[in-house]
């Protein structure tokens, strides 16, 4: 009971920095955990980020480690991911997703998390 908007999204030169907010709505409690996931044209959805919603517990994909931070604002049930050093590679539709778990477990699992996004689009140029 879930759900879930992203946005900022967009155009941005290679190197550059963007930060997608994702906006939970329903009914949100703290149990939920959140992941960042990202789908290019032509390539299978991968795992980003995932950052457990009361623990603050983070874990990140090898590609972004040191590039991107998820973060979260429990107050606004808001989750955040911030890219820095932004690669032509990070083009994509970018999703948050929420889980019922305190835990990171199986954090990177597309099938483990019940609520979706409609996704935001980041477009990096070379």
């Known amino acids: 009971q879930v759900q879930l908007v992203e946005s900022g999204g967009g155009l941005v030169q290679a190197g550059g920095s963007l930060r997608l907010s994702c906006a939970a709505s329903?009914?949100?409690?703290?149990?939920?955990?959140m992941g960042w996931f990202r789908q290019a044209p032509g390539k299978e959805r991968e795992f980003v980020a995932a950052?457990?919603?009361?623990?603050?517990?983070?874990y990140y994909a090898d590609s972004v480690k040191g590039r991107f931070t998820i973060s979260r604002d429990n107050a606004k049930n808001t989750v955040y991911l911030r890219m820095n050093s932004l690669k032509p590679d990070d083009t994509a539709v970018y999703y948050c997703a929420a889980r019922f778990t305190t835990s990171l477990f199986a954090a990177a699992e597309p099938n483990e998390y019940h609520y979706w996004g409609q996704g935001t689009q980041v477009l990096v140029s070379s």
């Open positions: 329903g009914r949100t409690f703290s149990e939920y955990a």
């Open positions: 950052i457990s919603w009361s623990g603050g517990n983070t």
